[in-house]
C-alpha cells in the first residue's frame, strides 16, 4: 500500500498543467518563487499552492537563502511515473507500429479491389 | 513501410489518459483495422505474445474481449461493453482489465475518435477512469505488468549466458 499511495501522488502532482509547467521551468534549476510567478503568470498564493503539492510528494525540495525560498526538481520523486508512461507508451508504440504494417494490407487490398472494376 | 511515429500519451487530468498517433491511411481503414477481429489479433498484442481471443460485438450494449498469451505462457485479458458506435468517427466502451480484483468495478471508459485529413488519420483514445482511485490501480498493475516485463527479460539473459 505504501507503494501506491506514493504512486498516486506523484501522479496527481503531475496531472494539473501548471504544476507540469513548474516542473518544466525547475528542470532547468533552482529557483525563486518570484521567478515561478513571473513565468508563469499566476498570483503568488497559486503558484505557493502548486509548490506546496509539489513539496508534499517530494517532486520539489525548497531552501532558504536569506529571505528568499528556493525550489529545485527532485527527479527521484518523479521517477515512477516517467516509467510508468514510458511503458505503457511503448506498449502502444509498438500495437500501432504493427497497425500501420495492417493498415498498409488493407490499402493494397483496396487499390487491388479497384482494379478488378 | 510507413511508420508514422511514437504514440504520444499525456497525462490530462487525474483520472484521464490521452493516447494520440497518425497513421498513413484513410480513416475507414483505421477504424476497420480497429473494429475487426482478424484486423485487431494482428497488432495488438504490442508484440508481447499472442493473441488467443479477440471477440468484438459491435453495437451499443455489445460486449468485446480481447486476450493475450505472453511467452511465459501467462494470459492477459481485458473485456468491456461498446457504449456508442459510430462507423469511421468514434468507438465509446469500457474496458476492464481480468488481472486485477473486481476488475469491472475498476473499468475505464475509452473514447476512440478518428479524424481524417489529406488521406491520413489521427486516433486518439481518451482513457477515462471513473475515480482517482481506478486511475492509480490501473497504473498500479501496468506498472506491475511492466515490472514483470523487465524480470522476464532478465531471465532470458541470464538463461542465454548460460
Known amino acids: 500500500m505504501a507503494r501506491a499511495a506514493t504512486t498516486a501522488d506523484a501522479f496527481n502532482a503531475v496531472a494539473e498543467p501548471r504544476r507540469r509547467q513548474i516542473l518544466d521551468a525547475l528542470a532547468a534549476g533552482e529557483r525563486p ?6 513565468l508563469l503568470g499566476l498570483a503568488q498564493p497559486q503558484v505557493s499552492k502548486h509548490l506546496r503539492v509539489l513539496r508534499e510528494v517530494g517532486a520539489v525540495d525548497v531552501r532558504e537563502q536569506g529571505r528568499q525560498r528556493l525550489y529545485r526538481l527532485n527527479g527521484h520523486a518523479l521517477k515512477p511515473i516517467h516509467d510508468w508512461v514510458q511503458e505503457y507508451e511503448r506498449t502502444w508504440t509498438e500495437r500501432f507500429d504493427r497497425l500501420d504494417a495492417v493498415l ?3 490499402k493494397q487490398k483496396e487499390e487491388g479491389d479497384g482494379n478488378d472494376d | 513501410m510507413t511508420t508514422s ?3 504520444t500519451v499525456t497525462l490530462l487530468t487525474d483520472e484521464q489518459i490521452l493516447i494520440t498517433r497518425e497513421f498513413d491511411a484513410p480513416k475507414h481503414l483505421v477504424f476497420k483495422a480497429f473494429t475487426t477481429p482478424e484486423l485487431v489479433k494482428q497488432w495488438w498484442h504490442a508484440n508481447r505474445g499472442e493473441m488467443t ?3 468484438i ?4 450494449g455489445g460486449r468485446w474481449r480481447y486476450a493475450a498469451v505472453a511467452d511465459g505462457g501467462m494470459e492477459v485479458g481485458f473485456h468491456g461493453e461498446y457504449r456508442e458506435i459510430v462507423p469511421n468517427e468514434r468507438v465509446v466502451s469500457t474496458e476492464a482489465f481480468e488481472g486485477i480484483p473486481d476488475p469491472d468495478a475498476n473499468a475505464t471508459l475509452n473514447t476512440a475518435t478518428f479524424t481524417e485529413a489529406d488521406g491520413r488519420t489521427t486516433l486518439t483514445i481518451l482513457v477515462e477512469a471513473p475515480s482517482k482511485e481506478v486511475r492509480d490501480a490501473m497504473i498500479d498493475s501496468g506498472m506491475e505488468a511492466g515490472m514483470q516485463d523487465a524480470l522476464d527479460l532478465l531471465e532470458q539473459a541470464a538463461v542465454a549466458l548460460r
Open chain 1, 33 to 38: 518563487v518570484n521567478d515561478l510567478v513571473r
Open chain 1, 104 to 106: 498498409e494490407d488493407l
Open chain 2, 5 to 7: 511515429g511514437t504514440a
Open chain 2, 53 to 55: 481471443v479477440a471477440e
Open chain 2, 57 to 60: 460485438d459491435l453495437r451499443p
